[in-house]
């Protein structure tokens, strides 16, 4: 299997961005929704809840891990020392790389969490990369619960869209980085304020290509070409509210069961 997590929802962009490109491939996605949101939580909590859902992960069998949860890949990129016996894949990096390969002016705009923007994930990854670009980054807080709420579509979303993304079309970037699992559902709504000629960067599309990269050097081995890939949804708290919005996330990938576990007493019987 590959594994997925995210502190609640939105990484299920990137898993129907994996599943679409590997149909072969076996998928485990945690949702920990008992603990979200994580983009306002301190690096030290977040890191903390990285470590045990990756060695949770690690002891599902796994054959790498996905941090689909650009809070949770802030604090992975900074902190270099973390060691795991798998490959572990963060957003931000993919993400990065994909918008310095389509940005003509090297002028990029990042719209994330408060967590993925105070730790300036993006823009040391982009101009470690590129020193030569400018990032200007907007910290959206009432984005994810807009999305969560299902009302990507309402009049009230489209203003706070444009509020949040006013200062980064004032700074005229070519290339926006939704840094952000849920803001790819989002997209037609920053579309009509930054217009058709600002290239939006998905990190679930950046970091399906990377594993096909990886598939095709050797550092994973594929699953055989003949296996109808399996999909196991877990959460750490599970609603109603959250089936209906996974639900639209993944379309049109149906919904499979969802199944709930407990991190803590995963933790206690680890220990």
Known sequence: MIGLFDSGIGGLTVL??????????????????????????????????LAQNIRFLIERGVKAVIVACNSASSVLVGRK?????????????PGARRAIEVSKTQRIG???TRATVAGR???????????QAHVHSQACPLLVPLVEEGWENDPLTNLIVYRYLAPIVA?????LIMGCT???????????????????????????????DDFQTGRLRGSPSH????TELLVTDASPSFQEVAARLLAPISLEPLHQVDLIEEQKRHD
Do not use: M, W
Not at 227 to 230: A, D, H, I, L, S
């Open 227 to 230: 296996n109808k890939g399996t």
């Open 110 to 112: 990042v719209l994330g």
């Open 16 to 49: 129907r961005a994996v599943r679409a490109r590997f149909p072969n491939e076996n998928l485990v996605y945690l949702g920990d929704t008992a603990r979200l949101p994580y983009g306002s939580k301190s690096p030290e909590t977040i890191e903390r809840y």
């Open 171 to 175: 700074q005229n970037v070519d290339t």
């Open 81 to 93: 020392d973390l060691r795991f016996p798998i490959p572990v894949y963060n957003v931000i990096e």
């Open 121 to 131: 994930a993006y823009d040391k990854a982009i101009q470690t990369i590129a020193p």
């Open 182 to 212: 849920h803001y790819p559902v989002l997209r037609e709504s920053f579309r009509r304020v930054v217009g058709p000629d600002v290239e939006l960067v998905d990190s679930a599309d950046a970091i399906a290509k990377l594993l096909d």
